[in-house]
């Protein structure tokens, strides 16, 4: 019964022990959460109604109670053309500062002193009325409406008629209090002004006398008119001290040029200056000028002899002492000192002595203007230092008096308001709202309190059922195992309640399709056959899925375990094995349980010779693998004889050897093992098959003790090949229905040869022995 292949025992790396995901963390999700709604729907349900019932019987227990309040302006007693506007900052005005403390004023409304005398008008309608029933008890409440300058007053009770009543008295009340409060208030006011007057009267007058002292000390009219001004003299001065320094400089420049020019100094140019402009003095020069030009011609001709020429030399010696008299006569005592020429200058030398003569004075102007201007200089300079500091006591003194004269003005203002407010009788505050009978009741609101009861009964049960969900670390449904897991899902198998009924008929079923197929007689009674039932039909799908993972490289051996028991990984073993030997494989189901075997009690087997007994003694498999009589392609080794060591059988080399041997036979071998928590039984199987498939049962197993399964898995080399979810509740398999209904319909002997023609298909890929015994193979 070889599978012709003559190939060792195949490993499929599916799914690398190192590079198996690592499953998220346990976090809810959106979708998780509309999941438990669903499965906890009637938890949510019964919480719901009966918190919604509690509060419905509870609000109609409730006493009724009606409500009503009174709204009423209050503003500052002394607000307008009162006390705060001797605070007012000018410059300021916009700046609203109300001085009410509403905080505090609540508080005053509130309190005994004032809440007595209303009391006792109340007590002439309603005498069980007292304080603390209406403060004490929060039956009365005063508050400020927002950031606004109303007060609110309401009140509550079963009686709407009193209701308005007290409110009403509580207004009135209030409304006494402003006038009478407003009135004191006033008359402080007024006292507190005219102690005032007169201190601010002393002080204006007094500044206004400092003032007038420091003007007249000072010369000061306007500060800043006097500022400019200066500042204009001292620009001038500047310009002037400028201009005079340019001319001085020019002068003197002219006047070093023209002593070079004349070789006098200027005392010697005025001399001659003077000489130039006397005209006796002149005409002597000029006569002399005349003889001397005489003698130089009589000279020239004559000898010294001559008469004419001696006499024009004693007219020239004559006119010497005439024209020195003369020059003394006109300079006076400077003449020695000025060494005054004697002869008759040029014009152009007389015009160049002459403006010597006026440079040198020009000079000496220029230098006295210089030092004058200086001198002013210093003067209007020191005018200037001290300026700044005039303007400040100035300044300071104007400011006194103004501030004082203001505060003088505000007071007097003030007075003169006060004293018309004092004579008015109007109420400082106005009611806008007044109190009206209620005509239904505020408490209890049946609508409101139901809406919340069935809401917060909603929430409650919501919550109730995520920590259920929470606290239940079991698995629910395929798609929590597999995201959990993050493991292929190969198989979905329903919840089948009569398992062993279904059992004994898939294998009378069975009997009767292979002889109805054989025979094919259409007069034969119709049989149930496999595909009948969705649960037989999901190992279908799940045989087929195993075979899809091996597309490349086939899958022979796997091993079929739990994490703990009672998943129903022994069900899921056998129905796999029927599931693939019903599609023509060879198959061979091994019960490596070697403690709590399940196989051979199913299937209703001997147990004397099995898997233990191969390990252990000299037995051949011949001898130990039973053939089902019911299927063609399914063997079953049973687990045998209950070891006293089973991991140390099934890691020994003889295991390994038998299960080489049983991989090189047959098609597909199912190792059904015992649970991988806390047992290194499956996990030493698992690393000489292709693959080890863990079967989990909803609503059984625990989510943490899966995953220390897949943890322990990774430490061996065993490759995970998916998870399997079985005992699925509420299942519906659309295809099979799709199937019953298309088929289900047709003639017997049309069912009949479909199955003939299937399993033709299925025998068309298996070796020519397929139909010998299976001992003939060892």
Partial sequence: MGNGNGRGVPYLPLIHPSQQPQPEADELSLRQILTAIRRRGLVIAGIAIAVSSGVYFWTERQTPKFESNFKLVVESFTEEGNLDKLSQIPGAKDIQNSSLDYETQIQVLRSPNLMTPIVKEINKYYADVTYESLIASNKLTVSRLGTTKIIEGRYRDTDPKKVRRILHEVARGYLRYSLTERQMNLKQGIGFVQGQLPLLRQRVDKLQGQLQSFRQQNDLLDPEVQAQQLSNRVSTISQQALETQVQLQETRTLYTALTKQLELTPQEAVATVTIAEAPRYQELLNKL?????????????????????????????????????????????????????????????????????????????????????????????????????????????????????????????????????????SLPWQIILKPEEPKESVWPNKQR???????????????????????????????????????????????????????????????????????????LPRPKWYTSSPFLESFRSLHTNIRFLGTDTPIHSIVVSSATSGDGKSTTSLHLAQAAAAMGRQVLLVDADLRRPQVHINLGLENEVGLSNLIATKLTPKEAVQRLPSWNHLYVLTAG??????????????????????????????????????????????????????????????????????????????????????????????????????????????????????????????????????????
Avoid: C, W
């Avoid at 049960?461 to 995201?483: Q, T, W």
């Avoid at 050897?657 to 190792?671: E, N, P, T």
């Fill in 289 to 425: 000028a005349e003889i001397e030009a005489e003698i130089a011609k009589r000279s020239a001709t004559f000898t010294d002899e001559d008469i004419t020429l001696q006499r024009l030399r004693e007219e020239q010696e004559n006119l010497l002492p005439l024209i020195e008299a003369e020059a003394r006569k006109v300079l006076g005592k400077n003449l020695p000192e000025a060494g005054v020429e004697t002869d008759s200058p040029s014009s152009i030398r007389t015009s160049l002595t002459q403006k010597l003569v006026e440079a040198s004075n020009q000079m000496q102007v220029l230098q006295v203007r210089q030092r004058a201007i200086g001198q002013a200089q210093q003067v209007i300079n020191l005018q200037v230092k001290q300026m700044p500091v005039i303007a400040r006591r100035y300044t300071d003194f104007q400011r006194e008096l103004q501030v004082a004269t203001e505060s003088l003005n505000r007071f007097l203002a003030v007075q003169e308001s006060l004293e018309i407010e004092i004579a008015q009788k």
């Fill in 641 to 778: 004889q209950l070891p006293p060591d089973p991991t140390r059988l099934l890691s020994s080399t003889k295991m390994k050897h038998l299960m080489q041997q049983l991989h090189a036979v047959f098609d597909l071998v199912i190792y059904d093992t015992p649970p991988l928590l806390g047992l290194a039984d499956g996990r030493i199987l698992a690393a000489h098959t292709d693959g080890v498939i863990l079967v989990a049962g909803l609503e059984k197993t625990d989510r943490s003790a899966l995953l220390q399964t897949l943890d322990s898995i990774k430490i061996s080399s065993a490759t995970v090949l998916g998870v399997i979810a079985n005992g699925v509740k509420n299942h519906t398999a659309s295809s099979y229905y799709y199937y019953h209904n298309h088929y289900g319909n047709g003639s017997e002997s049309e069912i009949l040869k479909a199955k003939k023609l299937l399993l033709q298909r299925m025998n068309a890929n298996t070796s020519a022995q397929d139909n010998t015994d299976n001992s003939d193979n060892f």
């Fill in 449 to 523: 309190n139901i809406t919340l009861g069935a809401i917060a009964g909603l929430l409650l049960g919501i919550g109730v059922a995520l920590l259920i969900e929470r606290l239940d670390n079991r698995f629910h449904s395929p798609d929590e195992l597999k995201e959990l897991t993050k493991l292929p899902l190969l198989g979905v198998i329903p919840y089948q309640k009569n398992l062993k009924k279904l059992m004994v008929a898939t294998q009378q079923v069975e009997m009767m399709s292979m002889e109805t197929i054989e025979k094919d007689d259409s007069n």
